[in-house]
């Protein structure tokens, strides 16, 4: 049974910096599509950064030059690296998974597993 487990949200100021984690149980990370969607307060969740199996990554304007995804293969982990945060960044961020090599983009079609979410808060 796959599971993602979250971990890392918290409440910062808005400038600083927080990094997610994903703890992945099978599913490989190395070889498959992983990402970050955020569902912010009133608003549909949206997909924030996605990797795949051959490293490449997408981002969302909206985070591109501030936010980092990564993983690291040999723990099954997915990172999510935030930067010079803003109020608009506040939401639930849920980790995603998909059994396939490369990502469709940051579309939810394509996801077929999420984790609980994790809830980062940034104040101005």
């Known amino acids: 049974q796959v599971r993602l487990m979250e971990s890392g949200g918290a409440s910062v100021q808005a400038g600083g910096s927080l990094r997610l984690s994903c703890a992945a149980a099978e599913i490989p990370v190395r070889s498959s599509c992983l990402g970050w969607f955020r569902r912010a307060p009133g608003k549909a969740r949206e997909g924030v950064a996605v990797?795949?199996?051959?490293?490449?990554?997408t981002y969302a304007d909206s985070v591109s030059g501030r936010f980092t995804i990564s993983k690291d293969s040999d723990n099954n982990i997915l990172y999510l690296q935030m930067d010079n945060l803003k109020p608009e960044d506040t939401g639930v961020y849920y980790c995603a998974a998909a059994r396939r090599w490369a990502c469709p983009g940051l579309r939810e079609s394509g996801v077929g597993y999420w984790g609980q979410g994790t809830q980062v808060s940034v104040s101005s």
């Open positions: 990797i795949g199996g051959s490293d490449k990554t």
